[in-house]
């Protein structure tokens, strides 16, 4: 899984997830605090900002009050930390489990927003889609853009015109099986972990560092030739999610 070739905007985001785990660590500059409004009374973090997607992180915590939720045209919601959250314009309190993910077309009115009624911090992604010319071209050029790990079954969580949205939890000691990337997909892990890669040009080694919860990265594409392949020699399982734009 673990990207083979890193660019500017993964490196933010990895940049972004050590400062949110070291108390007192600065936020790097081009990782500011988001200004577009997304929520009233709660400032996100953009993790990510490329041609294609903005990616910012909101963490709600207990007790609190987002304010008044404006949408930002085609948006994936993902929950990386759930909880229990009260919705201001129903009244109706809904249990959001880690890895949950809802779509919000563009042109959906504002809410009311939604107030955190657990006792723990949830912390969520909005995935914004950018508009892109010719899209659908891209699309029928590509049949089947799922992604296939060989040997990790993936769990279908949401499909639409504009991206395919996959899970997949890789156990420990699993590795993924030679695959391939095709261009445009993102990752968010919902538990991260220690990842080994290896492929044909490359002999197996272990990535520096475990990938924390909520890592989000741009994968570079991989031909199937390449022999390309990721593993879990960690510990723990790996739960991620993989966005595949159209």
Request: aromatic letters at 6%.
């Given at each position: 899984m673990k990207k083979e070739r890193p660019d500017s905007t993964s490196r933010l985001a990895q940049l972004a997830a050590?400062?949110?785990?070291?108390?007192?660590?600065?936020?790097?500059?081009?990782?500011?605090?988001?200004?577009?409004?997304?929520?009233?009374?709660?400032?996100?973090?953009i993790v990510l900002d490329n041609e294609r997607v903005r990616v910012e992180r909101f963490v709600i915590a207990p007790g609190e009050w987002t304010g008044r939720h404006t949408p930002h045209g085609n948006q994936l919601l993902v929950l990386i930390r759930g909880g229990v959250l009260t919705s201001k314009t129903s009244g109706r309190s809904v249990l959001w489990r880690d890895g949950r993910v809802a779509w919000v077309s563009a042109g959906e009115p504002a809410d009311g927003g939604e107030v955190n009624a657990g006792g723990n911090p949830v912390e969520l992604m909005w995935v914004t889609v950018k508009p892109q010319a010719q899209a659908g071209a891209k699309a029928a050029a590509t049949p089947d853009r799922h992604l296939n790990y060989p040997n990790i079954p993936g769990e279908d969580l949401l499909e639409n015109d504009l991206v395919i949205v996959q899970r997949f939890t890789v156990g420990p000691g699993a590795w993924e099986g030679v695959h391939a990337h095709?261009?445009?997909?993102?990752?968010?892990?919902?538990?991260?972990?220690?990842?080994?890669?290896?492929?044909?040009h490359e002999p197996e080694h272990v990535y520096p560092g475990a990938s924390p919860d909520g890592e989000v990265g741009w994968m570079d594409p991989i031909d199937i030739s390449e022999g390309h392949e990721s593993g879990n020699v960690g510990k723990t399982p790996i739960d991620l999610i993989w966005v595949t734009l159209k």
């Open positions: 050590l400062a949110l785990l070291v108390p007192g660590a600065a936020m790097p500059a081009a990782l500011a605090a988001s200004a577009d409004g997304t929520y009233a009374n709660l400032s996100g973090t095709i261009p445009n997909m993102l990752y968010i892990h919902i538990h991260g972990g220690q990842w080994a890669v290896r492929s044909k």
